[in-house]
């Protein structure tokens, strides 16, 4: 069945709700001194075992086009998530927030650089608009923010995202989103076990199994199962811009999600920012000069 633009713009809508209360999940984990690599790892072989499980037929007729795809995907998708986790150490949760957040900025240039697709004017706008809410959103127009090592770690994160987005949009059209989703799932086990099992074998003694494990299979569940999988269906049918805008709205969610729960208070950069990623978000995906025209032409008619 194919969808329209706006109905898969719904479903990578939905996505970015669930990836922001994944962020709670998180935190829970990292609580119960489970490494990031671990994390990733157990994250992995549940995604890709209920992917088998669900659509083990389709994954029969996989392909060496899905194959080069769905890997050369997945060891973007596990760069993007390891330079970040790794900047974080060398820099704040404020800057890390911020610049990962630049991936946004990057696609329309990611977009030129490989499609040679120069940026329309209405996305140039939602982009300032949306980079403008994240400002307000993140804390850092009010606290500014020093460059780091761990800041450069991070922009590089923010590419990788800003270039799995254009890479789906542009290659998953021809695939099966299933397998595709199969693969990123069996490259993030790979990928972040060989790393965890590189650099984080030391700290496996003092994880706290009984409070970190139960976050994360709730996490493999329902943000890497679902929200990725649902992400690799919307981009199928829908634009990288217009992906990479509702995506970004993961971290107003986010943000939601942790006021309601009582982690943090509402606050007016809250309130700005998830104001301005909204309006961005209704600037990228409505035409304004075809509203503008249609009501012109309606009262020329009427005259």
């Known amino acids: 069945m194919k969808l329209k633009k706006w109905q898969a713009n719904l479903i990578l809508l939905l996505?970015?709700?669930?990836?922001?209360?994944?962020?709670i999940l998180i935190k829970m984990a990292l609580k119960g001194n489970m490494p990031s690599g671990?994390?990733?790892?157990?994250?992995?072989?549940?995604?890709?075992?209920?992917?088998?499980?669900?659509?083990?037929?389709?994954?029969?007729?996989?392909?060496?086009?899905?194959?080069?795809?769905?890997?050369?995907?997945?060891?973007?998708?596990?760069?993007?998530?390891?330079?970040q986790a790794l900047g974080l150490k060398f820099t704040t949760p404020s800057n890390s927030a911020f610049l990962t957040a630049t991936?946004?900025?990057?696609?329309?240039?990611?977009?030129?650089?490989?499609?040679?697709e120069f940026?329309?004017?209405?996305?140039?706008?939602?982009?300032?608009?949306?980079?403008?809410?994240?400002l307000f959103l993140t804390g850092t127009i009010n606290t500014g923010f020093s460059f780091h090592i761990g800041d450069s770690l991070t922009l590089l994160a923010a590419f990788f995202y800003a270039l799995q987005i254009v890479y789906f949009s542009d290659k998953v059209a021809d695939v099966d989103p299933f397998v595709i989703s199969f693969l990123l799932g069996i490259v993030q086990v790979i990928a972040s076990g060989l790393w965890s099992l590189s650099f984080e074998f030391s700290s496996y003694s003092s994880i706290n199994w009984s409070s970190a494990l139960i976050p994360v299979i709730v996490l493999g569940v329902l943000a890497s199962f679902g929200g990725q999988?649902?992400?690799?269906?919307?981009?199928?049918?829908?634009?990288?811009?217009s992906s990479g805008i509702i995506l970004m709205t993961e971290s107003l969610f986010g943000s939601l999600f942790s006021v309601t729960l009582g982690f943090e208070e509402l606050s007016y950069n809250l309130l700005i920012?998830?104001?301005?990623?909204?309006?961005?978000?209704?600037?990228?995906?409505?035409?304004?000069?075809?509203?503008?025209?249609?009501?012109?032409w309606r009262n020329f008619r009427k005259d």
């Open 273 to 296: 920012g998830g104001t301005l990623i909204i309006v961005s978000i209704l600037v990228m995906e409505i035409n304004i000069r075809q509203i503008v025209f249609q009501k012109k």
């Open 119 to 134: 940026p329309k004017y209405k996305s140039i706008l939602a982009i300032i608009i949306c980079f403008l809410g994240t």
């Open 229 to 241: 999988t649902l992400q690799v269906i919307g981009q199928k049918y829908t634009d990288a811009t």
């Open 15 to 23: 996505t970015a709700i669930i990836w922001g209360s994944s962020y």
């Open 38 to 83: 671990v994390i990733n790892t157990l994250r992995g072989a549940i995604f890709a075992g209920l992917i088998y499980i669900f659509f083990r037929k389709r994954l029969h007729k996989l392909t060496k086009k899905d194959l080069r795809i769905g890997v050369f995907a997945g060891i973007i998708n596990f760069l993007g998530y390891q330079l």
């Open 103 to 116: 991936y946004i900025v990057m696609i329309p240039f990611v977009l030129w650089i490989f499609n040679k």
